[in-house]
């Protein structure tokens, strides 16, 4: 599974949850592509270990064809 920048990029701008607001805040985020850099690194769900908490990164690849 690829992630390189340009992917978690591609990633965050389909994920509904993506949220910025740097918590896990229960915002019911819908994604906003006006915030930037919209990517999976400045979302709230991406966790230290590099992995979403939500388990959406592999899901969005898949049905993305990413």
Known sequence: MK???????E????CTRYCSCGKDCGCGATNS????PVTC??????NQT???D????????KNHNL
Do not use: F, G, P, W
């Open 3 to 9: 992630k390189d920048a340009k992917t978690m990029k």
């Open 11 to 14: 990633v965050a701008e389909r």
């Open 33 to 36: 592509t006006k915030e930037s």
């Open 41 to 46: 690194q400045t979302c709230s769900h991406y």
């Open 50 to 52: 590099n992995v979403c």
């Open 54 to 61: 939500l388990n959406l990164y592999e899901e969005i690849m």
